[in-house]
């Protein structure tokens, strides 16, 4: 009876093993994000997640990615921005500060000391607007977490128009727009970057991309 209830125990983990594996190895996503290239190679597995590489363009992206509700669910947490959780921030105040030195020397750099504009995608809790704003520029800022954006609406107290969605903003020609540890956490780099271009191109006009991957840079020279 014990062996008997041993072989049960031990068909039910394989079971569950081969169930698990068979939803990792079902993709969703069958080209780059950035690229569009159709050639990958399989780079490692998370969790439930499978990581492929961009033949082209090096990227690393997932293949079955979690839904869009999954996403806003997981990103609107407090405890993925003061949690300490995987692949999140322990301190989000404290482990971002140091970002904000190397903003202001973007922000002294182009200060003509007439009146700018700034977008940041991402906003999180509105450090680096709040640093604009203190210089009188014109702030926007687009940031997807719920728990994110009202804390950097309290923060800036009107000083900047923080929405959730790129789609929200109003017409716009921006001298300068920030994107910082962003492009890792979308599935789809072109849902949220080309709306941009409908809103804010214009000739007249810089627009500088800070991030901390030169992919986002090829997807919009590129398209």
């Given at each position: 009876m014990i062996k008997l209830k041993c072989v049960i125990k031990l068909a039910k983990q394989i079971m569950t093993k081969m169930q698990t594996n068979k939803a990792i190895s079902k993709p969703t996503i069958l080209q780059?994000?950035?690229?569009?290239?159709?050639?990958?190679?399989?780079?490692?597995?998370?969790?439930?997640?499978?990581?492929?590489?961009?033949?082209?363009?090096?990227?690393?992206?997932?293949?079955?990615?979690?839904?869009?509700?999954?996403?806003?669910?997981?990103?609107n947490r407090e405890q993925w921005f003061n949690g300490g959780e995987p692949g999140g921030y322990r301190d989000y105040d404290d482990q971002t500060v140091e970002s904000l030195k190397m903003i202001e020397e973007i922000f002294a750099q182009i200060?003509?000391?007439?009146?700018?504009?700034?977008?940041?995608?991402?906003?999180?809790?509105?450090?680096h607007l709040q640093l604009a704003a203190d210089r009188g520029w014109q702030c926007f800022g687009v940031e997807p977490s719920d728990h994110a954006r009202a804390i950097a609406q309290h923060r800036l107290e009107g000083k900047a128009l923080i929405v959730k969605t790129v789609n929200e903003l109003i017409p716009h020609c921006f001298d300068l727009i920030l994107m910082l540890d962003v492009i890792e956490h979308v599935s789809?780099?072109?849902?949220?970057?080309?709306?941009?271009?409908?809103?804010?191109?214009?000739?007249?006009?810089?627009?500088?991309?800070?991030?901390?991957?030169?992919?986002?840079?090829?997807?919009?020279l590129e398209k």
């Amino acid at each position: 009876m014990i062996k008997l209830k041993c072989v049960i125990k031990l068909a039910k983990q394989i079971m569950t093993k081969m169930q698990t594996n068979k939803a990792i190895s079902k993709p969703t996503i069958l080209q780059c994000p950035v690229c569009n290239c159709m050639d990958s190679s399989f780079a490692f597995d998370i969790n439930q997640y499978t990581i492929h590489q961009c033949s082209d363009c090096d990227c690393k992206y997932v293949i079955n990615p979690p839904s869009k509700k999954e996403l806003e669910s997981y990103y609107n947490r407090e405890q993925w921005f003061n949690g300490g959780e995987p692949g999140g921030y322990r301190d989000y105040d404290d482990q971002t500060v140091e970002s904000l030195k190397m903003i202001e020397e973007i922000f002294a750099q182009i200060d003509s000391g007439r009146h700018l504009s700034v977008l940041d995608l991402g906003c999180g809790y509105g450090s680096h607007l709040q640093l604009a704003a203190d210089r009188g520029w014109q702030c926007f800022g687009v940031e997807p977490s719920d728990h994110a954006r009202a804390i950097a609406q309290h923060r800036l107290e009107g000083k900047a128009l923080i929405v959730k969605t790129v789609n929200e903003l109003i017409p716009h020609c921006f001298d300068l727009i920030l994107m910082l540890d962003v492009i890792e956490h979308v599935s789809n780099p072109e849902e949220l970057l080309y709306p941009l271009f409908n809103i804010g191109r214009s000739e007249e006009h810089t627009s500088e991309l800070q991030s901390h991957s030169d992919l986002v840079c090829r997807l919009l020279l590129e398209k």
